[in-house]
């Protein structure tokens, strides 16, 4: 379906502001799960590596789902999603505070809560890039910050009631307010199909295939009609051979016009169900060739070197980014770092950076002279050196710091749909994406446990963080190796024009 222009403006902003508030609402809770991950220790006494599968999972499963996500919104729209998904993760959170163990908390918050989320932002990106064009880095940064701020407000709001409520009270509140998404969804309009009409073929080119069509059409209406018919007349020699009375009499009952008003039901009835036969023998047809299609886009877009580095490095930028969100609050903790040393939460700090870096980092790829490809590399270069720097913390304040630094660079997250834009185009843009946030939620569920489990294993979580960093940093120079010589052809949507079309105009013009 082709849309009309994007606006670049009006009800666009009104789309940017609901998707700001949507992020806001549904990511503030499982992104501040750091608050959440310390009580749900304590209450359940399970080891570190099973108790962070709950934060992991519900920033993974969404992810991991992105193409069944990317399927709905592209089929039902942004609107009827959100509001669906906004059901989900307020359902998620409330049936969380009954949670008896740390697995219910797996399906209630991990899955339940992941894949709303998943739907969610799918949802408002989709929605967004639709609107805006000219000014699409500035609104990706803008929405994106909503995540960002509601780490920063639920990580101090959730500490606040469970002092007040308790950690059940404080899931039970965090839900309610989840249901503010409705209200949100609702004021997602979509964007108008366009009026232009498509270009058709010319008749010469259009009657064989409407002439393939009607034959097929009438081949196949004969056939059923056919069998239909045997099975009939079967029928009628099986019931004749019951009948006692006489030959004379079942003609007499042939000519009445009972009889033939029942012939004319019988013909009428057998038309329909091969028309029913024929329409569903086309449905499976269009369904499998729709399948075909998206296995064709699917190997082609793998085809674009630029495309496959970026979905490693999104992969390992999700193994190692990842966790320091989750475990820092215990990182300091591990650190012997007292608690009146806390003048903010680490998570909190991480958060507000991480909506600043979201719209600078925004507003940067909007400007023509700066490659946007370049400076998601640099951003995944710094964060890993950044991760190898956090085992020699030992004090908040160089803590506090590498959080700020750690959360201003993950606002790459809001250049990342305008990366993907320019390397596969807006056409494959919800294909492209549902495949690469695939890969991150696969990264962003085995990054918390793997780091669990290295502390459980080595008592310290140093190890843990050199792993984290040497992935990030071998991803970001994958990608910078593919980029290097092809950004600018695989930016490239359109061929470049025939010669004969050159040689036309200047025959023309002469």
């Known amino acids: 379906m082709e849309f009309k222009k994007s606006p670049d403006g009006g009800w666009g902003w009104v789309i940017v502001l609901v998707s700001f508030f949507t992020q806001f609402l549904c990511y503030g809770s499982p992104l501040a799960v750091g608050v959440l991950y310390i009580e749900w220790l304590d209450a359940f006494g399970e080891g570190k590596g099973k108790t962070a599968w709950v ?7 969404g992810l991991l ?8 919104v592209s089929s039902f729209g942004a609107r009827p999603v959100t509001i669906f998904s906004g059901f989900m993760v307020a359902g998620g959170l409330m049936l969380s505070s009954f949670a008896p163990n740390i697995y219910f908390l797996f399906f209630s918050y991990g899955i339940v809560v992941g894949l709303g989320c998943g739907l969610l932002y799918t949802a408002t990106v989709t929605i967004t890039c639709q609107y805006f064009d000219s000014h699409r880095g500035l609104a990706l940064g803008l929405i994106s910050t909503g995540s960002s701020v509601g780490l920063f407000i639920y990580a101090a709001l959730q ?18 307010l989840a249901l503010n998404i409705l209200a ?11 009026d232009c009409p498509l270009p058709e073929k010319t008749a010469l080119e259009s009657a064989p295939d409407r002439y393939s069509i009607y034959s097929e059409k009438e081949k196949d209406l004969e056939e059923n009609t056919n069998i239909l018919g045997k099975s009939y007349s079967a029928e009628e020699t099986c019931k004749s051979t019951f009948g006692s009375g006489g030959r004379k009499q079942e003609s007499l009952l042939h000519k009445s016009p009972t009889t033939m008003a029942h012939s004319k039901e019988t013909e009428t009835y057998k038309k329909k169900v091969a028309e029913q036969t024929y329409f569903c023998k086309q449905l499976a047809k269009r369904k499998w060739q729709l399948y075909k299609n998206y296995c064709g886009e699917t190997v082609a877009l793998f085809k674009n070197k630029v495309f496959l580095a970026l ?11 990842f966790p320091p969100s989750l475990l820092m609050e215990d990182v300091a903790r591990s650190s012997n770092v007292k608690e009146e040393e806390l003048i903010m939460p680490l998570i909190s700090i991480i958060g507000i950076m991480t909506a600043v870096g979201k719209l600078l980092l925004g507003i940067l790829a909007d400007f023509k002279w700066i490659n946007t490809l370049y400076l998601y590399v640099a951003t995944l270069i710094i964060m890993g050196l950044a991760l190898c720097a956090i085992p020699f913390a030992k004090s908040y304040v160089t803590l506090a710091i590498l959080s700020g630094i750690l959360g201003f660079l993950t606002g790459n997250w809001s250049i990342f749909p305008y990366v993907t834009t320019k390397t596969v185009g807006i056409e494959k843009l919800a294909h ?16 918390p446990p793997i780091v669990g489990w290295f502390y459980d294993w080595t008592q310290t979580y140093d190890i843990a963080f050199y792993f984290s960093g040497f992935c990030v940093l071998l991803g970001g120079f994958i990608l910078l190796l593919a980029a290097l010589p092809s950004w600018h ?7 470049k024009p025939a010669p004969t079309t050159f040689l036309y105009k200047v025959t023309s013009n002469v």
Request: charged share 10%; aromatic share 10%; proline share 5%.
């Open 55 to 61: 934060g992991s999972l519900a920033s993974g499963v």
């Open 65 to 72: 789902a992105s193409p069944v996500c990317s399927l709905c």
């Open 159 to 176: 500490r606040l009631l469970i002092e007040f409520y308790g950690l059940d009270g404080c899931l039970l509140i965090v839900g309610a």
């Open 184 to 194: 949100c969804g609702s004021l997602m309009r979509p964007l108008q199909p366009s």
């Open 311 to 321: 979905f490693i490095a999104i992969f390992l930028f999700d193994i190692g980014g």
């Open 432 to 447: 492209a994406y549902g495949i690469l946030m695939f890969f991150a939620g696969l990264g962003n569920s085995l990054g």
């Open 489 to 495: 052809t695989c930016s490239r949507l359109l061929p």
